[in-house]
């Protein structure tokens, strides 16, 4: 059998704890009541041959090759559909079932193709196995299955091949399509040997609704669903479990290993965050690692107008130590900075901000989470105590009400996107509060209550007068709200919630939301058992995102819906560590674990283990940091795996930034539009060349584990270490695990964390300390982390971004299932079939007013700057509303983008933009000056070798 494997129970667990006694084979064996007899003779290490069953979907008794005997019962029953009872005496080898499996194989085999030793499953094939198992050497009915052998192979699909003609219609691919994903993509048409696996009516995988996830490929148990890269490489030897590097779901993998060639990821079953799922990005996105793009040696240029010089990593560093420090005694300490990274480890991102701190001796250090989800830190700190989601994904299993707001978990968070349409299947309510018609609102057997398709820019109001309704119609808590909460706030924040402009009736003339739609949502949320609320990027970017967050804590709180499973305030992070490099200190005003700087008390701890004095003072966010250096002020700029020229808004202004600075440190795998304004280019590592942790959005502490050495020679900590060394501060850890031994020892919400105990116990979620020494799923149980819940009041401000008759439409942005952010690692995948160019969503009416067909190229202009691009006509978005992605470089969807941002953290409002559309015929003049710096700097980017 395949190596590399994961374990199979053959059924899913049973839910309960009561255990019941049964003798297997003689022996005794304790297993937990409802469990099937194929698991419970697993479990005690005894296999049942079994075909059509795997433990992640429900046992459905098709392939007859696990039956077993039962003493006492007639016949032949099905062990993966048959429970255990007390007392039952079960027999799993006898002569007459091994002449029955014996039988059930010979079918199979009769219909499959005998080329097991040319086959890309040899050696990790179930049907093989089974063969083995049972010991089939005759089959008495010929080899000529002529309903299969000659069956066409489907590659449509870049990552996997569908071969038919070794399908046994076992119906895993389909149930687990079903079951897992939810997509419900695969159908078995046909009966009897006629029976066979399609993917829609004449279509191949590509065309059909199939999103790619892999679940049916992993559960396939012959060659039939097959990874290409298997076919091409052939199996693994080995296998490293690590964490995807895609979104803040942080589904856990095997990275399976032929030598040290990866040659498939597949979701690991014990990932707590996964449960053994996956989505397109994480399974099948990983080539950009060994892409071609990849720049594996350090480089380094006087002005951006010369070609890149080829050095070693030590001319580099001191290189770049020399620039830093010239321009900090020509104009400052305070003259240069840093941004981390989202997409880096902890441990890599923590290094980043102590070396601001203490080689550069300031506090000018942000993260890219300035750009997506600060406000949730400061609105759930500021009502809560905590900058951080309160739930476990688990959670969603037991909510009955599932509020999704400014998210778009299908295409955004699909894995867990997938467990909450499970629960939906299952009968929990859903209410979307959006400007666009995701995915979520109407798919296969989900339907949501209401859809709120809200204008862009008008949340606050509409969070504003569900609570309204909650409280008018005596829907709120007030047992929980007394003894839980700070009773002056929640008395001033009614008195403002119930205030006219707060009704519905009001709210729906500046949302476009019907006043009934708000109130019959209102009272779905507010009579809920558990009502839970999810969002995203679609809540915080906006100049009222912390307002938002606040408003949605108030509405949790008024109805009692935080401290237990099934409710809370969560917000879906899109990276995959935004909450962690928040956690690590990136913000300029905050040390590790949220403490603000001012505070003489965390600020000595840290001094004293230092050795340096920190400045008391916050430093530049991302935004001061573009002004300042617009005003001549700040000049270096140390920029650790963020695009900031393509992911922050106000592109011009971003540009005439870094334009204006002396040294731009670029830290990344490629040559990203950023670095075309660098000095200095550090090769980065990818998450598969990596020892450290990422956080989820589930505060969930994650292992990421190198499966192969560093493809540029270093580690990326220590490029960082030994940049700090050559400022002259002497940083010193001799390995990724000894950067996480300090977090934990300055940081009280890590202090139990360590490599050595996450690899003991898997992952953990912070708090873990000695109050929770196992971590903490759950937050505010009995009482919130700041003591009373503090009712913030959330009074509408429009955003000042205004249409008008020049510009009457409002543009929202977001992203797509196969494309990631900046599109920097999906864009070198095969991703790009899905998805190959941002489009821009406009409705119907809006397209016919202006003259528009779908596929047309269109002029997208706003008060900043314009762009064009394919305009695709859809219905998804209501009249008024367009919508595009920004994972395109060359669109330059941040050049309409407006500096407008949140008043209490300056996250950009990405989501609010007046523009106009009007048909083109050719690039804008910022594309096209962008296509003429993009060629400018390839030329450039042939490096000089000086090594
Ligand atoms: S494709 Fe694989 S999983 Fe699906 S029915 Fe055929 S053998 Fe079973
Ligand atoms: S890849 Fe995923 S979505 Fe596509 S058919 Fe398989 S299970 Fe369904
Ligand atoms: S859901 Fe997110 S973390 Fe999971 S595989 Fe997809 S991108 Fe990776
Ligand atoms: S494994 Fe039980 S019937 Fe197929």
Redesign the pocket.
């Known amino acids: 059998m395949n190596k590399t494997r994961q374990a199979d129970l053959?059924t899913p667990a049973s839910g309960t704890e009561a255990t019941v006694q049964v003798e297997i084979d003689g022996l005794p064996a304790t297993v937990k009541a409802g469990t099937s007899i194929?698991r419970a003779a697993r479990e005690s290490g005894v296999e049942i041959p079994?075909?059509?069953?795997t433990d992640s979907l429900k046992?459905?008794?098709?392939?007859?090759?696990?039956l077993v005997e039962i003493e006492g019962r007639k016949g032949y029953p099905?062990?993966?559909?048959t429970p255990v009872e007390a007392g039952m005496k079960i027999r799993t080898q006898t002569d007459a079932l091994a002449t029955l499996r014996r039988n059930v194989m010979e079918l199979y085999i009769s219909d499959h193709p005998l080329d097991c030793l040319t086959c890309s499953a040899n050696g990790d094939c179930e049907l093989q196995d089974m063969a083995g198992a049972v010991g089939l050497r005759d089959v008495r009915y010929g080899f000529d299955g002529e309903n299969h052998l000659d069956a066409p192979v489907d590659t449509s699909n870049p990552y996997f091949q569908f071969d038919a003609s070794k399908c046994i219609v076992?119906s895993r691919c389909v149930r687990a399509c079903d079951e897992v994903q939810g997509t419900f993509a695969l159908t078995i048409e046909g009966r009897g040997f006629n029976s066979k696996v399609s993917a829609g009516i004449s279509e191949d995988f590509l065309d059909s609704e199939c999103v790619s996830c892999g679940a049916c490929v992993q559960a396939c148990p012959t060659a039939t669903l097959m990874e290409k890269s298997i076919v091409d490489h052939g199996q693994p030897d080995h296998a490293v479990v690590t964490t995807c590097a895609y979104c803040g779901v942080g589904c856990s993998f095997q990275a399976e290993m032929k030598g040290d060639q990866v040659v498939r990821m597949t979701p690991y079953k014990d990932g707590q965050a996964n449960h053994g799922h996956s989505c397109v990005k994480g399974r099948f996105a990983w080539g950009y690692a060994s892409h071609r793009d990849r720049v594996l040696k350090p480089m380094i240029r006087e002005n951006t107008s010369d070609p890149w010089r080829e050095v070693g990593w030590e001319e580099a560093i001191q290189y770049t130590a020399e620039r830093f420090k010239s321009i900090q005694a020509e104009y400052g300490r305070k003259s240069i900075g840093g941004i981390t990274s989202s997409r880096c480890t902890n441990e890599e991102v923590y290094v980043v901000q102590k070396l601001v701190r203490t080689a550069m001796g300031n506090n000018n250090v942000d993260t890219c989470a300035r750009v997506c989800h600060s406000p949730t830190g400061y609105g759930l700190n500021t009502t809560l105590g905590t900058s951080a989601g309160t739930q476990p994904f688990d959670s969603v299993m037991d909510a009955d009400v599932i509020v999704v707001i400014g998210a778009n978990p299908t295409a955004g968070h699909p894995v867990f996107a997938s467990q909450m349409k499970r629960r939906l299947r299952e009968g929990a309510q859903l209410i979307v509060v959006d400007p666009r018609e995701i995915g979520l609102v109407r798919s296969p057997h989900i339907e949501a209550a209401y859809h709120l398709n809200l204008l862009p820019g008008t949340n606050v109001p509409i969070v504003n007068a569900l609570a309204h309704v909650i409280v008018s119609e005596g829907l709120t808590d007030e047992e929980y709200v007394k003894e839980r909460c700070d009773l002056e706030s929640w008395e001033s924040w009614k008195t403002m919630i119930l205030r006219k402009e707060n009704s519905p009736e009001e709210v729906a003339k500046v949302s476009g939301v019907d006043a009934e739609t708000i109130r019959a949502a209102a009272r779905l949320f507010g009579k809920a058992n558990n009502g839970a609320i999810y969002y995203g990027l679609g809540v915080t970017e906006h100049s009222q995102g912390s307002t938002m967050v606040m408003g949605m804590a108030n509405l949790a709180m008024a109805t009692g819906n935080i401290g237990r499973s099934g409710v809370g305030v969560n917000p879906l992070r899109g990276q995959n560590n935004v909450q962690g490099a928040c956690d690590m200190g990136s913000f300029p005003h905050e040390l590790a674990g949220y403490r603000h700087i001012s505070g003489e008390e965390v600020r000595t701890q840290f001094e004293r283990h230092w050795g340096v004095t920190i400045d008391p003072e916050p430093g530049f966010r991302i935004p001061n940091m573009f002004d300042a250096a617009c005003a001549g002020e700040f000049k270096g700029m140390y920029i650790q795996g963020e695009d900031v020229a393509q992911s922050d808004p106000d592109t011009h202004h971003v540009e005439a930034a870094l334009s204006s600075m002396e040294c731009i440190v670029v830290q990344d795998l490629f040559l990203n539009e950023t670095a075309k304004f660098a000095h200095v280019f550090l090769p980065g590592t990818s998450f598969l060349e990596k020892n450290g942790t990422f956080i989820n959005a589930e505060r969930r502490i994650n292992r990421v584990r190198k499966v192969m050495e560093p493809q540029q020679g270093k580690d990326e900590w220590l490029i960082t270490q030994e940049l700090a060394q050559a400022m002259g501060y002497n940083m010193n850890y001799a390995s990724a695990a000894e950067i996480m031994d300090e977090i934990a020892e300055l940081t009280p919400t890590f202090a139990n964390v360590s490599f050595d105990f996450l690899d003991e116990v898997g992952s953990v979620q912070w708090p873990c300390n000695d109050d929770a020494p196992m971590g903490t799923p759950i937050m505010h149980i009995g009482a919130f982390v700041r003591g009373k819940g503090l009712f913030v009041e959330t009074d509408y401000v429009p955003t000042e971004e205004r249409t008008n008759r020049k510009f009457p439409l409002l543009l929202t942005t977001g992203r797509i299932l196969s494309q990631y952010n900046v599109g920097a690692q999906t864009r070198r995948t095969d991703n790009n079939v899905w998805y190959g160019e941002d489009l821009l969503e406009v409705h119907p009416s809006d397209a016919e007013m202006r003259g528009i067909q779908d596929g047309d190229m269109v002029a997208l202009a706003s008060r900043k700057g314009d762009i064009a691009l394919r305009a695709k006509i859809t219905t998804r978005v209501k009249p008024g509303v367009v919508y595009t992605t920004f994972h395109n470089p060359e669109t330059g969807a941040n050049v309409v983008t407006t500096e407008y941002g949140d008043w209490a953290t300056d996250c950009p409002e990405y989501k609010v933009t007046a523009v106009q559309i009007t048909p083109a015929s050719r690039r804008s003049e910022w594309q096209e000056e962008f296509a003429a710096r993009a060629e400018k700097q390839r030329r450039l980017a042939r490096p000089v070798d000086s090594t």
């Open positions: 053959g194929l079994k075909l059509c069953a046992p459905f008794g098709s392939c007859r090759l696990c099905a062990s993966c559909t076992c």
